[in-house]
């Protein structure tokens, strides 16, 4: 892998370990960088939204991403994830509309798994940081017609 390159979702690491009598422990060590700027936003099926992927673990279906809803985009519907959801808001205002609940900037919000929530709008153009702890849905929710975009 080209270090300049930005990571991938998932998979075999540089191999930067470091070299002499650091211990087995230090050896195994890897860690990546990536610099989110370069990265392409990838829309989803869903208008108005797309993401940058910044991790994936394809065994489990836990995953980090920068997710970016359009000013009135949002999740059409409710519905509850396989997994905890993370959401730390880093610009805009995105509410869940049957609570009222509104991420601003700095913003932690969490969605405990199988939690019913949603829909959802954007106020404004809103950057969120989303984390899973597993795989995002039960099934393929109606409003994406991509597998991938359910991921």
Not at 85 to 101: A, V
Not at 124 to 135: H, K, R, T
Request: a negative charge; hydrophobic letters at 35%; charged letters at 25%.
């Amino acid at each position: 892998m080209n270090l300049s390159e930005p990571a991938a979702y998932s998979g075999e690491l540089p191999d930067r370990a470091a070299a002499g009598d650091q211990g087995e422990a230090l050896r195994r060590f890897r860690e990546i960088m990536v610099q989110t700027d370069d990265l392409s936003w990838v829309d989803k099926t869903l208008a108005g939204l797309s993401h940058k992927m910044l991790w994936r673990d394809d065994e489990s279906g836990a995953s980090i991403a920068l997710v970016r809803f359009e000013k009135g985009a949002g999740i059409p519907s409710a519905h509850a994830h396989a997994s905890n959801q993370f959401m730390f808001c880093l610009s805009g205002r995105y509410t869940y509309e049957p609570t009222g609940i509104t991420l601003t900037p700095g913003s932690f919000y969490w969605n405990p798994k199988g939690s019913v929530h949603g829909p959802t709008r954007a106020e404004e153009e809103s950057v969120l940081l989303e984390v899973y702890d597993g795989p995002h849905y039960p099934t393929q929710p109606d409003w994406y017609t991509s597998e991938e975009d359910a991921r």
